[in-house]
Nanobody, 125 residues
Framework: VQLQASGGGLVQTGGSLSLSCATS????????MGWFRQAPGKVREFVAAITWSGGRTIHADSVKGRFTISRDNAKNTVYLQMNSLKSEDTAVYYC???????????????????WGQGTQVTVSS
């Protein structure tokens, strides 16, 4: 299983970015997919996750109302639309594959077994 995150970059406060995570290898269409982020000197934190059908999502309180996770199983791609970006959103963003089942719709880091390489998002004030 390979996960390739892309779409990061430099954006001003209040701007928007859309991240993509392309998956390959053993199909990920039946698995929970998630986004995490890690700022310099901080632990990796949960951002959002989505079920295999896309019908259920969860978002961290810090991004709720601003970020939206979605997926297109036909394209084996998961997205993270980020709006109203703040300086504290600056981090490396990682996509990850979780388990197969609704009980795996969680923000727990240990529930995700495959990780992409990360894409840098920098929000300037």
């Amino acid at each position: 299983v390979q996960l390739q995150a892309s779409g990061g970059g430099l954006v001003q406060t209040g701007g928007s970015l859309s991240l993509s995570c392309a998956t390959s290898g053993r199909t990920s269409s039946s698995y929970i997919m998630g986004w995490f982020r890690q700022a310099p000197g901080k632990v990796r934190e949960f951002v959002a996750a989505i079920t295999w059908s896309g019908g259920r999502t969860i978002h961290a309180d810090s991004v709720k109302g601003r970020f939206t996770i979605s997926r297109d199983n036909a394209k084996n791609t998961v997205y993270l639309q980020m709006n109203s970006l703040k300086s504290e959103d600056t981090a490396v963003y990682y996509c990850a594959r979780g388990g197969s089942g609704l009980s795996y719709l969680t923000g727990s880091y240990s529930s995700y077994d495959y990780w992409g390489q990360g894409t840098q998002v920098t929000v300037s004030s």
